[in-house]
Structure formats: C-alpha cells, structure tokens
C-alpha cells in the first residue's frame, strides 16, 4: 500500500538537457541511448534512478532471514558521487492483524536547469514521495560511491511491492557513465558480481 505517492521529477517541457528512460535492470540487458548537442558545459550534472519492483519470495514456508541488497555503483569513481538514497529506515506499526513496516521517501531538492537550448537558465523544484507500508524491513544508505538499499529479514507469504530513488551527480557533460546494479541474498545464493551493467549517455561535445 502506498499512501503519498507523488512523481515530481519531470521538468517543464521546454528545459534542455533532459532525459527520461525506463528499463529493467536484471533482464542483463545493457543500456544505450542517443543525447542531444551539448555546448562547452560546465557544472554538475544530476543522475537519478528511481527503482520500483516485486520482491517475490522463493518458498513461503522459508523465513528469510538473510537480507536481500541490492547496490548501485559507478564504475567511474573520480567523477561520479552518490547524493541520497532513500528510503533510508523502516517503522514498524502496530495492528488488528500484527505488526507492518512502514518505508519512507521524501526527497525534494531545487535544480539549476537550462531551457531554449540552453540559453537561458531555471530552477526546477524536483520531488519525489513514497509512503509503502508492508512486511518488508526496507532501508538505505551510502556507502563511499555507490548506494544500497535492502530488505532487512523477511517474514511474508506475499509479494511485496517496493521502491527506492537514488541520486548521483558528475562532474563529467560528456560521453558516458556506467554503473553496475548489483543483488545480494546469501540465504538462496544470490550474487550478481560485478553486477548488471547500465550505461548512460551524457552529452556529446560541441563540433
């Protein structure tokens, strides 16, 4: 159940330098897609994943007791830095049919854009707000370069519905970053090592 879903992440129409792609991270597939001309830019520039899936357990008479993580590492440690990854703790609540968890992400934060081919600048006001109550004990953190996220132990029958945001930014315009996305559960001998590639394309430089 999600009770404060709210998806702000999309600037206005006419802002430069922007892109949106969904895919499917552990289908092992790699990631490509073409950018427009960027000038001689200068600053940062922001990467935000926003994840969101099922965590189907294997056998529901089993307790998981073992966490399941899962990680998101640039490959390129010089430029690349991890800003927030959330949710970053879980709240158990109390109830007529036993105890749920509660899994919360509130992150919002103002970003210096460009619109009209990059000729003039904006502020855009990005949110993104998630409330998931469930079995699942979800939380984040940083780890130097990389961000994780896990389910601390889980005790459930169904299929959980999860999501997480984590944010990077570079000081690199151009050509591309890869980041490896990574799944850990020691309990069933889950281990994606060095994790499934994505490579995103920044911007080419100017002629």
Same mark, same amino acid.
């Given at each position: 159940?999600?009770?404060?879903?709210?998806?702000?992440?999309?600037?206005?129409?006419?802002?430069? !330098?922007?892109?949106?792609?969904?895919?499917?991270?552990?289908?092992?597939?790699?990631?490509?897609?073409?950018?427009?001309?960027?000038?001689?830019?200068?600053? $940062?520039?922001?990467?935000?994943?926003?994840?969101?899936?099922? $965590?189907?357990?294997?056998?529901?008479?089993?307790?998981?007791?073992?966490?399941?993580?899962?990680?998101?590492?640039?490959?390129?440690?010089?430029?690349?830095?991890?800003?927030?990854?959330?949710?970053?703790?879980?709240?158990?609540?109390?109830?007529?049919?036993?105890?749920?968890?509660?899994?919360?992400?509130? !992150?919002?934060?103002?970003?210096?854009?460009?619109?009209?081919?990059?000729?003039?600048? $904006?502020? !855009?006001?990005?949110?993104?707000?998630?409330?998931?109550?469930?079995?699942?004990?979800?939380?984040?953190?940083?780890?130097?370069?990389?961000?994780?996220?896990?389910?601390?132990?889980?005790?459930?029958?169904?299929?959980?519905? !999860?999501?997480?945001?984590?944010?990077?930014?570079?000081?690199?315009?151009?050509?591309?970053?890869?980041?490896?996305?990574?799944?850990?559960?020691?309990?069933?001998?889950?281990?994606?090592?060095?994790?499934?590639?994505?490579?995103?394309?920044?911007?080419?430089?100017?002629?």
């Amino acid at each position: 159940m999600d009770s404060t879903f709210n998806d702000s992440l999309i600037p206005p129409l006419d802002t430069s !330098f922007y892109k949106q792609k969904s895919f499917n991270i552990f289908e092992g597939r790699n990631f490509r897609e073409a950018a427009p001309t960027s000038s001689n830019y200068e600053g $940062l520039v922001y990467i935000i994943f926003v994840h969101s899936g099922t $965590l189907v357990v294997p056998n529901y008479t089993e307790y998981m007791r073992e966490p399941t993580r899962f990680t998101v590492t640039p490959v390129d440690l010089k430029s690349v830095q991890a800003v927030a990854q959330e949710p970053q703790s879980w709240t158990k609540y109390m109830g007529g049919n036993g105890a749920v968890y509660g899994s919360k992400i509130d !992150f919002s934060q103002d970003f210096p854009m460009f619109k009209n081919g990059g000729t003039e600048e $904006l502020t !855009f006001g990005a949110a993104y707000n998630s409330t998931i109550v469930g079995n699942l004990k979800h939380s984040g953190r940083i780890v130097g370069h990389q961000t994780e996220f896990s389910f601390d132990e889980v005790d459930t029958s169904k299929d959980e519905f !999860f999501r997480a945001i984590s944010v990077f930014s570079t000081t690199k315009a151009t050509g591309s970053l890869e980041f490896r996305f990574g799944l850990e559960n020691k309990n069933y001998n889950i281990v994606t090592n060095p994790g499934v590639p994505v490579v995103i394309d920044l911007f080419p430089a100017a002629a």
